[in-house]
C-alpha cells in the first residue's frame, strides 16, 4: 500500500479525472518571454514524465495593460497561439496536462498604463493606476474571456482564472482598493461582480470540455480586505458562474506577512482553505509552504483540501510525483523554499531555476549524460558545491572520493540549518548524505588530503570553500568577541547585549539566532501566526490581528552594524530581505549603518557615526566579517604541477551562496 493513500487517490475535476491530487502550481519560469518555446515544452514535459498530472502555466497576460511588466507573455496573436501550441503538445506526449493561468495584474502591473478599480497606487508599484471606467471594465472582462478561447484553441486543458495575491480581481474584491460606487463597487455584493462575471464569460468561452480553476483570495492579510463572509460567498458564486475548483490563494503581494518564505511553517496556512470546505460544492485546493509527501499527505488526511498544490517543489525535481508513488520520497530533492533560484532571478528579470536543481529551467542545455570514459574523480570538501559536484559525477558513472576535513559532510549548510527559520536546510542536507550514498560516493570524513594522496585521481576537484574574513580591528583578540563560526556551529555563549559587526547574510543570520529566545515559530505554527499577526478571518477581517504582530520578546539586545551608509541588509534577497529585515526590527535589533569602527574594548565597540564617537556598550562582539577563499590546497596542487578544478568559494568568496557553489558544482561535474 502506498504511504500516501490520500495523495494517490483518483479525483475527477470538472471535465478532467486525474490519478493523484497533487497540481503542479502556477510558476513563472521567465521562459515564457523568451521565445525559446522549445525550452519551455522540455521544462513543462520533463515534469509531466516525472508523474506530473495537471500543470499551471505561469500567468499570461490578457491584454498589455494586464501584464505584470512591460512585454509579459500572453496569447496575443496567431502566432502566440502556435508558440503555446508547441507547449501544450509536448505536455500531452508525455503524458500530463496543463491549463493556462490568465493573470491581470491591474494596479501590480509595472507600467504607466496599469488600471484599477481605483486610482490608488500600490505600495508596491511605482506607477499610479487609471481607474476603469464601464468601458474599460467590459474591455478587461472581454480580453480575459478571449485569452481564455485562445488557451482551447492552443490546445490547454484548461485555463485558471487569477483571483488572488492582491492582482485586478483581488483588487475589485476589496474596499481597500475598490473606492467605486457603481455597479462594479459600493459594497461587498457589487465589488464581487466582476470576478463573477469574468468567470461567467470564461466558462462561455471555453465551454464545458476545459477544466476552470479560479484561484480564490482565501486570507488577504491587508487592511480593508475582505472578510470571512464575503469570501464564502464569492466562493458560491464562482462555483455557480462555472468554476470546477477553487484554488487557494494567500495574502497579497504588498502584505506585510511572509507567506511562502523559508520562515513560514509547513502547510502553514492549510486551516485556511479548510475553514471553506464544505461551504462549496466543487473541490478545493490547499496551497503554500506543502513541500513533501507526507505534508501533502497530512493536509489531506487532515480534512483541509481536496488537493494540494505545489510550485516551487517542482522546481526542485521534477521526478516528485514518479518518487512518491513508488515510495521513494527521501529520495526527492527538497525545495526549502528560499526563493534564491526561482522568485529571486523572476524578480530580476532571470530565467527562473532552483538551489538545489541547477537544472530547472535549462533542461535543454544541462544535461547529465553517462560520461563516455569513466574516470577516478576526487572532490575535496563536502559543503554543497562539493557534494553536488560528487553526486553528479558519480551519477554519470565517474568513481567519485569525497574528502571531508570534518566528521560529516555539509559544509556551510550546517550553520544554516541551525537558525530559527532556516530549519529546512536540515532537509537539504540529509538528501545529499542520501544522494551520496545512493551513488556511490566514496565519503572519506576526518581527512584532509595533500597533493600526494590526491595524484593518483585522473580528476581533482576542490571545493574547498571559504573560512571568516579577519577584519584586522583593534581589539577582536579580546575575550568577549567571537567569530559567527563559534556562535553558529561552536555553540559559544553570548552576552545580554551583543554587537554584531558585519550585516551581510551571515550578520543577519547571527541576529536572528541570538535573538530567539526559545523554540523556532517556524515549528510551531501557532506561535509563528502570534508572532506575524495572523489570526483566523473570520473573528478579524482579511486575518490581521487587531493587536498586530506579538513577537516573543527578544533574548538579548543586538545591534547590527555595516560600515556602508545604506541600509542593512539592502543585499539580502529581493523577495526575502524585507522578511529578514522585519523580522529583526520586531526583535527590537538596532541596525546601523555608515559606521567606522574604533576599536573593541571589553566594554564594547567603540564607532563613530555621523562623525560623533559612540560606544556600543556589548558583552560579546560577533564578527561577520564576510569570507575569503580556502584555496591553500588548490594552490599546493597547481605547485606540484596539477590542474585541479576549483569551484565555489575556493574559487571565490565573494556573494558566495549555496545557490552558486551547487550550480558551480552541477555543471562542472557535467563536463568532467
Ligand atoms: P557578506 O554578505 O559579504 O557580508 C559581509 C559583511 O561584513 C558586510 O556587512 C560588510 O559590510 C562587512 N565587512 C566586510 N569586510 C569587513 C572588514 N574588513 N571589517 C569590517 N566589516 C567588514 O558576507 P556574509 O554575511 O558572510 O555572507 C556570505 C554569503 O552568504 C553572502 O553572499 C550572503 O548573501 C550569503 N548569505 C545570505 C543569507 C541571506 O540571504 N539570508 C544568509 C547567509 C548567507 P561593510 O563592508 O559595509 O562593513
Ligand atoms: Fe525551492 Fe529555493 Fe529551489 Fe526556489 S530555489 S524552488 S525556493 S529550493
Given at each position: ?172 474584491l476589496a ?38 480553476i ?41 502584505a506585510r ?12 496556512f ?17 496551497s ?142 540529509d ?7 545512493r ?35 583593534p ?42 529566545n ?31 504582530p ?49 576599536r ?73
Amino acid at each position: 500500500m502506498s504511504p500516501y493513500p490520500h495523495l494517490f487517490a483518483p479525483i475527477t475535476l470538472g471535465p478532467l479525472t486525474l490519478p493523484h491530487r497533487i497540481v503542479m502550481g502556477s510558476m513563472h519560469t521567465g521562459l515564457e518571454e523568451a521565445c525559446d518555446r522549445d525550452r519551455l515544452a522540455a521544462f513543462y514535459a520533463e515534469r509531466a514524465t516525472g508523474g506530473a498530472a495537471l500543470m499551471i502555466t505561469g500567468g499570461m497576460a490578457p491584454n498589455r495593460e494586464g501584464g505584470v511588466f512591460p512585454g509579459a507573455a500572453g496569447l496575443f496573436t496567431r502566432a502566440d497561439i502556435d508558440d503555446h501550441r508547441r507547449v501544450t503538445d509536448a505536455v500531452h506526449a508525455a503524458g500530463g496536462r496543463i491549463a493556462m493561468q490568465i493573470l491581470h495584474a491591474g494596479r501590480y502591473a509595472y507600467g504607466k498604463d496599469c488600471v484599477a478599480p481605483s486610482a490608488l497606487r500600490a505600495p508596491i508599484a511605482p506607477f499610479m493606476p487609471q481607474a476603469l471606467d464601464a468601458a474599460g471594465i467590459e474591455k478587461q472582462i472581454a480580453d480575459i474571456a478571449t485569452a481564455a478561447q485562445r488557451a482551447r484553441e492552443a490546445g490547454y486543458d484548461g485555463v485558471e482564472v487569477m483571483g488572488s495575491e492582491g492582482y485586478l480581481l483581488n483588487q475589485f474584491l476589496a474596499a481597500r482598493t475598490n473606492r467605486r460606487d457603481d455597479e462594479w463597487g459600493g459594497d461587498a455584493a457589487r465589488r464581487m461582480r466582476l470576478p463573477v462575471e469574468v468567470v461567467r464569460r470564461v466558462r462561455a468561452a471555453i465551454g464545458p470540455e476545459m477544466l476552470l480553476i479560479y484561484r480564490i483570495s482565501l486570507i488577504d492579510l491587508v487592511p480593508e480586505g475582505q472578510s470571512w463572509p464575503e469570501i464564502v460567498e464569492l466562493a458560491r458564486r464562482v462555483e455557480t458562474a462555472g468554476a470546477d475548483v477553487l484554488n487557494s490563494g494567500i495574502g497579497w503581494h504588498e502584505a506585510r506577512v511572509p507567506t511562502i518564505a523559508t520562515s513560514v511553517p509547513r502547510a502553514g496556512f492549510a486551516w485556511v482553505t479548510r475553514k471553506l470546505m464544505g461551504e462549496v460544492g466543487v473541490p478545493l485546493i490547499a496551497s503554500n509552504r506543502i513541500n513533501t509527501p507526507e505534508v501533502a499527505e497530512a493536509v489531506l488526511a487532515g480534512g483541509c483540501a481536496d488537493m494540494v498544490s505545489m510550485a516551487r517543489p517542482f522546481l526542485a525535481d521534477s521526478e516528485f510525483v514518479a518518487k512518491a508513488r513508488a515510495g521513494r520520497g527521501r529520495e526527492i530533492a527538497p525545495c526549502i523554499a528560499c526563493n534564491q533560484a526561482c522568485l529571486d532571478h523572476t524578480f530580476a528579470g532571470k530565467v527562473a531555476s532552483c538551489l538545489v536543481n541547477p537544472r530547472a529551467g535549462h533542461e535543454t542545455d544541462l544535461t547529465y549524460t553517462p560520461a563516455a570514459r569513466p574516470r577516478r574523480i576526487a572532490v575535496v570538501g563536502a559543503g554543497p558545491g562539493g557534494m553536488m559536484a560528487a553526486i553528479t559525477a558519480a551519477r554519470r558513472g565517474h568513481d567519485v572520493t569525497l574528502f571531508e576535513r570534518a566528521d560529516a559532510p555539509g559544509g556551510q549548510l550546517d550553520m544554516a540549518r541551525r537558525i530559527p527559520g532556516k530549519e529546512e536546510f536540515a532537509g537539504l542536507m540529509d538528501w545529499f548524505e542520501g544522494e551520496l550514498a545512493r551513488t556511490g560516493v566514496t565519503l572519506r570524513t576526518g581527512t584532509t588530503p595533500d597533493p600526494a594522496m590526491l595524484a593518483p585521481f585522473d580528476e581533482i576537484v576542490i571545493a574547498t570553500g571559504v573560512r571568516p574574513r579577519d577584519p584586522d580591528l583593534p581589539g577582536q583578540d579580546g575575550a568577549n568577541v567571537l567569530r559567527y563560526t563559534d556562535v553558529l556551529r561552536g555553540g559559544a555563549a553570548a552576552g545580554a547585549r551583543v554587537a554584531i559587526i558585519g550585516a551581510g547574510g551571515i550578520g543577519f543570520d547571527v541576529a536572528a539566532f541570538l535573538a530567539e529566545n526559545g523554540p523556532s515559530p517556524t515549528l510551531d505554527a501557532v506561535a509563528w501566526r502570534r508572532e506575524w499577526g495572523v489570526t483566523d478571518p473570520e473573528t478579524a477581517r482579511a486575518g490581521l490581528a487587531a493587536d498586530g504582530p506579538a513577537p516573543a520578546p527578544p533574548a538579548r539586545a543586538i545591534t547590527l552594524m555595516q560600515r556602508r551608509a545604506d541600509k542593512p541588509g539592502r543585499g539580502l534577497g529581493k523577495t526575502t530581505g524585507w522578511i529578514h529585515r522585519l523580522g529583526l526590527r520586531m526583535k527590537g535589533v538596532r541596525m546601523l549603518g555608515g559606521v567606522t569602527y574604533e576599536r573593541i574594548a571589553p566594554e564594547g565597540v567603540h564607532i563613530i557615526r555621523d562623525g560623533t564617537a559612540e560606544l556600543i556598550a556589548a558583552d560579546t562582539v560577533v564578527l561577520c566579517t564576510g569570507q575569503e577563499p580556502a584555496r591553500e590546497l588548490a594552490d599546493a596542487l597547481i605547485a606540484a604541477g596539477h590542474t585541479p578544478h576549483v569551484i565555489g568559494g575556493a574559487d571565490r568568496a565573494a556573494e558566495l551562496d549555496a545557490q552558486r557553489a551547487i550550480d558551480a558544482g552541477a555543471r562542472l561535474a557535467a563536463r568532467l
